[in-house]
């Protein structure tokens, strides 16, 4: 067990927990996505693990040979990798572990595959996956960043419509307010020559409407 240990913490960094008994916890001297200052393949600034652009991932589908080939990682360890994996997914579960191991490293010798040559390409898809991983999350934090200052440049804009709106609204309560206190003024005066006489001067003139003539929808 001590040796199973020592083993994985060589590659902290490159694996989430050390070992499968340790699956529910963090690795020491770092929590499982973040690992302890100077372990291999990790580094304050991500590395550039692409050698050319990596694929999008729509609807957080990812296309794991398009992301390792965009890594430098070939078919031919793609392959072997593949290979190693469903040679353990295929022995029976109760297996001890180091019967599992002599299995499958005996297995791939057989093929002609050499142990090194797994392992570098296992390592080397960790290390692209994480690097797609940072990727995505600098540029999913530059989209959030983009779309929060949008949003609020659309706020200040919305606040800005309100308060014309708001401000147009007093401005014509406060023209109506006015415009019907001079009304009020002006019949007074009107009402001193008589209704009668207001009438008909009214009917005689050509620029005067008469209120009496005017259906009630245009009143």
């Known amino acids: 067990m001590g040796e199973k240990k020592g083993w994985g913490s060589t590659v902290l960094g490159w694996f989430i927990v050390q070992d499968e008994n340790a ?3 963090a690795p020491s001297g770092g929590s499982a996505d973040q690992a302890p200052s100077g372990a291999p393949g990790e580094s304050q600034a991500a590395p550039a693990f692409f050698q050319t652009p990596p694929p999008s991932a729509p609807g957080g589908r990812v296309d794991f040979e398009a992301v ?6 070939d078919a031919e360890e793609r392959d072997r990798v593949a290979k190693a994996i469903e040679l353990l997914a295929s022995l029976p579960a109760d297996t001890p572990t180091p019967v599992k191991k002599q299995i499958v490293e005996a297995s791939l010798k057989a093929f002609g595959v050499p142990l090194e040559k797994i392992i570098e390409g296992g390592v080397g898809e960790i290390q692209s996956l994480e690097g797609y991983i940072r990727a995505g999350a600098v540029d999913t934090q530059k ?3 983009e779309s929060n200052e949008r949003i609020r440049k659309y706020e200040e804009e919305i606040q800005h419509i309100r ?4 401000q147009r609204v007093q401005e014509q309560q406060a023209v109506a307010a006015s415009c019907n206190a001079r009304k009020l003024e002006v019949q007074r005066m009107l009402e001193f020559f008589g ?3 207001v009438a008909r001067v009214v009917k005689a003139s050509p620029r005067l409407h008469d209120p009496s003539s005017q259906s009630p929808s245009t009143t």
């Not at 390792?68 to 990682?73: L, M, T």
């Not at 308060?163 to 708001?166: C, F, G, K, R």
């Open 163 to 166: 308060t014309v709106m708001e």
């Open 23 to 25: 699956a529910g916890e």
């Open 195 to 197: 209704q009668e006489e």
């Open 68 to 73: 390792f080939e965009a890594a430098g990682i």
């Open 143 to 145: 989209v959030l960043e």
